[in-house]
């Protein structure tokens, strides 16, 4: 509820009365106070004043700000006049994010998988007149063509699979997980189901575990997110290690936000996800390789849909360029950050970091 004196006196507009979702929202700890120092947006303060000064029924749209946005929309209605004279009008938030997250999701779903198909389904249709045609009877060439077709059936199988799980972590994003997962142990048991493709790749995992022997590491979240986490991140070591190379991994606990986003000295770092301030303790997996490296220019591009540097977008190496988008999605949704630090030539260092987590009895678990 909000009260104000005269149009365009900006310091006369007060909040009397806020639930606890509008103080949640607006961080507001005080009973009452002055409209500005909860809302500055330009939408907000104009419907407030059509409801207080128009009296008349208003509504616009309101975007948050931060690592998690929020689509709302304001709504004001004038309720009359109180004992001293000033107007009051009921100012209400209406969360939307869900609905118009659907929307945007549909629409990049169908324009993603309708772009991305096209190659693969054209390719397919080529070999398929083929083998119809001139190279009926060729048994080498349909064996050859035939396996060709696999890998592009197999191709589209990953991307829809990717693209669906893309979908459903951006509808979920603004959504914080309440599950508490012993990331230690969850990144042992990764480690574990990645060693064939690092002894196929001949690249040594060098696991070093923190707590396992002592007590858990504890984090919010979704189990079979943060997994996903860990997996794209080690496969993606191990896929750009060089024969005989080993890839490093390690989980550090009990951190700030800014030593857990710290990396190796001397590489240039980027955060791709970033947590807001809070007075959160964190513990961070980290992933370390010896690869080619990633030049400065491809940094802040590594985390967008598709995106590939070059040198990954055919071969041995090709990938559907999604990982890491659903790596920066997962870690929004989880309040956490993922930085990566490279250069050509010195290999990768990515760092996720989630907040820890804390027991019944107030004490957040780290060793």
């Not at 118009?100 to 389904?121: C, I, K, Q």
């Not at 060098?206 to 919010?220: A, H, I, S, Y």
């Not at 080993?246 to 000295?265: K, Y």
């Amino acid at each position: 509820m909000v009260t104000g004196f005269e149009p365009g006196d900006l310091t006369g507009r007060r909040y009397i009365l806020a639930n606890t979702a509008a103080r949640e929202l607006l961080r507001i700890n005080a009973d009452e106070g002055l409209l500005l120092s909860a809302v500055r947006d330009p939408v907000v303060l104009e419907t407030v004043d059509k409801a207080l000064f128009d009296e008349v029924d208003a509504e616009g749209d309101y975007e948050t700000t931060g690592a998690q946005s929020k689509s709302l929309k304001v709504r004001g209605r004038f309720l009359g006049f109180a004992r001293d004279g000033s107007r009051l009008a009921l100012i209400t938030l209406h969360d939307e994010t869900e609905g118009r997250r659907m929307e945007r999701t549909r629409v990049d779903f169908l324009a993603n998988a309708s772009h991305e198909l096209r190659t693969p389904l054209a390719s397919l249709s080529g070999f398929i007149e083929t083998l119809r045609g001139h190279a009926r009877d060729d048994a080498d060439a349909r064996d050859k063509f035939l396996g060709i077709m696999q890998a592009q059936a197999d191709r589209m199988a990953r991307l829809i699979a990717d693209l669906t799980s893309l979908s459903r972590i951006e509808l979920d994003e603004h959504i914080a997980p309440r599950g508490v997962v012993d990331l230690g142990m969850l990144v042992g048991e990764v480690v574990e189901a990645a060693a064939p493709l690092g002894a196929q790749r001949r690249v040594k995992l060098d696991w070093k575990p923190c707590g396992r022997d002592t007590q858990p590491v504890l984090v919010r979240g979704e189990r079979d997110q943060i997994v996903q986490v860990a997996q794209n991140l080690i496969d993606n070591a191990v896929k750009y290690s060089p024969d005989g190379a080993a890839v490093r991994i390690e989980i550090q606990a009990g951190l700030s936000d800014l030593a857990a986003a710290a990396g190796p000295e001397g590489l240039p770092r980027l955060s791709l996800v970033a947590p807001d301030p809070s007075q959160e303790t964190y513990a961070a997996f980290r992933v370390s390789d010896l690869g080619p490296g990633i030049a400065r220019q491809n940094l802040p591009r590594l985390s967008e849909r598709f995106y590939r540097v070059d040198g990954q977008k055919t071969g041995a190496r090709s990938g559907t360029g999604l990982g890491l988008a659903i790596v920066k999605h997962i870690m929004n949704r989880h309040r956490g950050g993922l930085v990566v630090a490279s250069a050509e030539g010195e290999g990768s260092t990515f760092t996720a970091y989630f907040p820890l987590a804390a027991t019944p009895d107030g004490v957040v678990k780290a060793s």
